[in-house]
């Protein structure tokens, strides 16, 4: 196989797994102290203030152990996206998701898999053309060591994320308040909306504890790469004190951040399973065949 078409597939695979980190990664992590603060209204009373509605929704992403969820917008660098997802936290991660660039032709699907510490890309019958058949490229995110699984690997840092943590930014606005009440795929919700800086949320972070704010700055530095200093929030809190919906919009560096996550199911069994050995190229194997 010639350099070039190596190359080729290479650049591809990673420009798919960066697509992934922006799609679902700059989240919070699934924390056992996601921290969420009530800001001065009591949670037990049926009247709650928008801020403290959020702070409930927030919180209530603590005991999530398995998720399925929609994306769709636009990002800086990909433009239109649209993607599918399931996601296990506990007892170990795993991921799937088939996600589209709408505005990259043929070369815009993928599908991501997460599972026993290795993620792998899959380009279908186009990257097969171009891989003697195999159809999926294998980043074994063990062999890169513990800070792979943090995002040293491409898109490693979006695999151990919980995206319904993301919707934990409002916690940090100060103007959040009720737009109204919407229904989200049949569901009644009650619509919520703010903006927030990135540096009114670090600051909210104070009284976390270490893990949480660690791991919820990190999320922030995503943001900051991107060049976004504020976002303007909506959340959807269904009847569970949950979230069902958030969108996030933004101005960055490239242009427009404007995405939208509804989830479908909590807590419900998913599986992820390994594609096929003889439809996988390792990408390790394929690197040392470039460079010898």
């Not at 690997?153 to 319904?164: S, T």
């Not at 940090?172 to 949320?201: A, N, P």
Request: glycine share 10%.
């Amino acid at each position: 196989m010639k350099l070039s078409v190596r190359g080729s597939v290479r650049h591809r695979a990673t420009g798919a797994a960066l697509a992934v980190l922006v799609l679902g990664g700059g989240v919070a992590g699934c924390s056992e102290d996601s921290g969420a603060k009530d800001k001065g209204a009591d949670e037990s009373s049926p009247k709650m203030t928008p801020a403290a509605a959020v702070a409930k929704a927030a919180k209530n992403t603590e005991d999530i152990t398995s998720l399925s969820y929609r994306m769709r917008g636009t990002t800086p660098e990909e433009g239109r996206v649209q993607a599918e997802a399931q996601m296990r936290m506990k007892p170990d991660v795993a991921m799937s998701m088939k996600m589209t660039a709408l505005d990259q032709g043929k070369d815009g699907t993928a599908e991501i898999r997460l599972v026993d510490k290795a993620m792998y890309i899959g380009g279908g019958a186009a990257a097969a053309k171009e891989m003697d058949g195999k159809s999926w490229i294998k980043f074994d995110l063990s062999a890169l060591g513990d800070d792979a699984m943090g995002g040293s690997a491409p898109g490693a840092g979006a695999a151990d994320k919980n995206p319904a943590q993301e919707s934990t930014f409002l916690t940090g606005s100060k103007d959040v308040r009720k737009v109204g009440s919407e229904k989200i795929d049949g569901v009644e919700t009650t619509h919520y909306q703010g903006t927030v800086t990135l540096d009114q949320f670090r600051k909210s972070l104070k009284d976390e504890s270490k893990t949480t704010r660690e791991q919820r700055e990190k999320s922030l530095e995503q943001y900051e790469k991107m060049g976004v200093d504020e976002l303007t929030m909506d959340m959807w809190v269904d009847g569970d004190d949950r979230t069902k919906q958030f969108r996030m919009k933004g101005d960055a560096d490239k242009g427009k951040l404007d995405m939208v996550i509804t989830f479908v199911d909590y807590n419900k069994p998913v599986k992820v399973t390994a594609p096929p050995a003889k439809d996988t190229m390792d990408l390790a194997e394929m690197m040392g065949d470039i460079e010898s």
